[in-house]
C-alpha cells in the first residue's frame, strides 16, 4: 500500500460547507465521542495550560489538548487552542483562536490540519445538546442563558436546533447589547421562541428548566437557593456556580472526572477541602448516554453537568469532518515534502 504524505487543510469556510454551521454533525459526534469515553477507547493525556506573567485573567493561556481515538476509525489528533481576554477590545478578533491537527493512527503521520474555533465552540454547544437529552425534564420550556457572547450563540443554536419543546430564552449579559445581539441574530428564525432580558443573573436563573452558563468569570455566583425544582444545569463556563450547587445537587455528573478534578476548579476546591468525593459523583456522561448508569429519574430532580471539556470531543468532531471532507473532495491538499 502507498502512503501519501500530504496534508488536507479545512478552513472554516470548508467546514461550513460540510455542515459545520449546523448542530446536527457535533451532536451525532460528540454522542459517539462520549461512549468511546465509557467504554474506555481512547488515550487522552491530562491538557497543558500554557501561561505567562502578562496575562492575568483565567482565561489567557493557550491550552494543548491531544488525544488517541479508537473505534471503527482510530485516528489521532491535538487541538492548539489560544485565548486572550482582551481581544475583542484591544484588537477586535475573537477572544479565542484555534486549530486541529489530526494524525493517521497506522503510520502516525499528520493527514489534516483545521481551522477549529467554531468546531470547538460547536462541539461545547453540542455536549449541552446531547446531555439535555438525558438529563433535563422532557418537554422543558424554559432555557436560561447567562453570558451572550459567542459561547452562548452556538449554545443557543444548538438548543433551539434540537429541541422544538423551547418556547422562552431567557437571558442575562453585562452587557444589554450583548443580548441584543443575540436575539436579533436567532429571533426571525425562530419567532414561536419568546425571547427575554432579564435586570440580573438572579432573574435569568430563577426561570430556568435548562440553564447554561456562558461567561468568562473567575469566581461563583449562582447559589443553589436560585435553582427551581428540576433546573437541568450545563456549567459550561466552569466557575459560575456556587459550591454548595455541588454539595445539594440531586445528581453531579461531568465528561471526565481526571480533567474536572484539577486546575482549582471548583470541584478541585471542594476535593481538597474534604467536601465533595469520586464517590460523590453520580457519573460520567458517557456512561449515562450507555445506560450503565441513569440519567434524570424525575421531574424534580436538580441535575449538575460540570464538563470541563475533553479532547476527545475535538477530535471526535474533526475525524467527522475529515471523513467528510475525503468524501466530498473539500478542502486544500498540501504536500509534505
Not at 457535533?26 to 469515553?37: P, Q, R, S
Request: charge should be negative.
Amino acid at each position: 500500500m502507498t502512503i501519501q504524505a500530504e496534508l488536507r487543510y479545512l478552513s472554516q469556510s470548508d467546514l461550513k460547507l460540510l455542515g459545520a454551521d449546523h448542530s446536527n454533525a457535533f451532536v451525532e459526534a460528540i454522542e459517539e465521542g462520549l461512549k468511546l469515553h465509557a467504554n474506555q477507547e481512547f488515550v487522552q493525556p491530562l491538557k497543558p495550560y500554557l501561561r505567562w506573567p502578562d496575562a492575568p485573567h483565567i482565561a489567557d493561556r493557550i491550552i494543548a489538548m491531544p488525544c488517541y481515538l479508537g473505534g471503527d476509525n482510530p485516528i489521532a489528533g491535538i487541538k492548539w487552542i489560544g485565548s486572550r481576554q482582551h481581544n475583542p477590545t484591544k484588537y477586535e478578533i475573537p477572544r479565542a483562536s484555534a486549530v486541529i491537527v489530526l494524525n493517521d493512527a497506522q503510520t502516525n503521520y499528520p493527514v489534516a490540519i483545521m481551522e477549529a474555533s467554531l468546531i470547538s465552540a460547536m462541539r461545547t454547544a453540542a455536549i449541552t445538546g446531547v446531555a439535555t437529552k438525558y438529563l433535563a425534564k422532557k418537554d422543558f420550556s424554559d432555557v436560561s442563558i447567562i453570558g451572550c457572547g459567542p459561547i452562548a450563540q452556538m449554545q443557543v443554536k444548538t438548543l433551539l436546533e434540537q429541541y422544538q419543546s423551547i418556547k422562552t430564552i431567557h437571558l442575562y449579559d453585562l452587557s444589554a447589547i450583548a443580548a441584543d445581539k443575540l436575539i436579533t441574530q436567532f429571533a426571525p428564525e425562530y419567532p414561536q421562541v419568546k425571547f427575554e432580558i432579564h435586570p440580573s443573573a438572579q432573574a435569568a436563573v430563577e426561570k430556568a428548566d435548562v440553564l447554561v452558563t456562558c461567561t468568562v468569570s473567575d469566581a461563583p455566583y449562582i447559589p443553589y437557593e436560585w435553582l427551581k425544582k428540576g433546573c437541568f444545569v450545563s456549567n459550561i463556563s466552569i466557575m459560575d456556580i456556587e459550591k454548595d450547587v455541588f454539595v445539594k445537587a440531586d445528581k453531579v455528573i461531568v465528561d471526565d472526572w481526571e480533567q474536572s478534578n484539577r486546575e482549582k476548579k471548583v470541584i478541585n476546591q471542594l476535593v481538597e477541602e474534604g467536601e465533595f468525593s469520586r464517590e460523590q459523583l453520580h457519573a460520567e456522561l458517557g456512561e449515562i448516554i450507555l445506560g450503565q448508569v441513569c440519567g434524570r429519574e424525575n421531574d424534580d430532580e436538580i441535575i449538575l453537568l460540570n464538563p470541563m471539556g475533553m479532547a476527545i470531543d475535538d477530535i471526535v468532531c474533526a475525524r467527522w469532518f475529515y471523513q467528510a471532507a475525503i468524501s466530498k473532495d473539500v478542502g486544500t491538499k498540501l504536500p509534505l515534502f
